[in-house]
């Protein structure tokens, strides 16, 4: 079962920045946060991954709290294109132990 | 180049068939997986294979059979096909980054 908690969907203004947030309150030691997001039925595409520190790419900006048992991703200037169904999850790192999906955000961006 | 290729990308067969779907992966990685999506969109892990090991099989009934020929090769095989099969097909692959990438998806129904 996924032990991430997201709210079903969220609506974002085009332009505008787009926070995601994910609860992760059983989150071991060793395990870090996972984004993916799946845009209508391609396959899930990756988006950023970190254990307690933030971390940004090209694509977006995850925010750890202290206590790590709640994250947020940042689209920072979201576009139509990033409407997905964005999925948090936490995996261990080590080894190669799948990804394993729930529910995800379905964020929809508005022009 | 694609780094993780599923054919066929759409397959339509009639109940009682058995029917194959190749998965290929070029990025070097060691682990590979197969996940099925329903119409609920709901993604669920399948089987993991590492280095052309079972490694988890998730009570998945034994009409599905996964095979890997190498590293590079995770297919899948169904016998006697059943109208509950149908559904997207994922592939996917992980290597030391911990980063997972995954096919377009096998869109499977069954008539």
């Known amino acids: 079962d996924a032990k991430t908690t997201q709210p079903p969907s969220m609506d974002c203004a085009e332009g505008r920045a787009a926070n995601l947030p994910c609860n992760h309150s059983t989150i071991s030691g060793n395990e870090y946060v996972y984004w993916y997001r799946q845009i209508h039925s391609q396959g899930p595409q990756y988006i950023i991954h970190g254990l307690k520190n933030n971390e940004t790419n090209e694509m977006a900006s995850l925010i750890i709290t202290e206590d790590r048992k709640s994250s947020t991703l940042i689209l920072p200037h979201a576009t139509l294109r990033d409407t997905a169904v964005y999925y948090c999850?936490?995996?261990?790192?080590?080894?190669?132990?799948?990804?394993?999906f729930g529910k995800g955000t379905r964020l929809s961006v508005i022009a | 180049d694609t780094a993780v290729s599923q054919t066929p990308k759409y397959l339509v067969t009639q109940m009682g068939n058995d029917k194959s779907i190749k998965c290929e992966q070029n990025?070097?990685?060691?682990?590979m997986y197969w996940y099925k999506q329903d119409s609920k969109k709901f993604l669920k892990i399948m089987f993991s294979y590492n280095n052309k090991e079972l490694i988890i099989n998730e009570t998945v009934p034994n009409r599905f059979s996964p095979k890997s020929p190498d590293k590079a090769h995770l297919n899948l095989h169904i016998n006697s096909l059943e109208l509950g099969d149908s559904a997207v097909y994922f592939c996917?692959?992980?290597?030391?980054?911990?980063?997972?990438?995954f096919g377009q998806g096998t869109r499977l129904t069954v008539v």
């Open positions: 990025l070097g990685h060691d682990t």
């Open positions: 996917a692959s992980t290597g030391r980054t911990l980063k997972t990438f």
């Open positions: 999850i936490v995996r261990v790192g080590v080894g190669n132990t799948p990804l394993v």
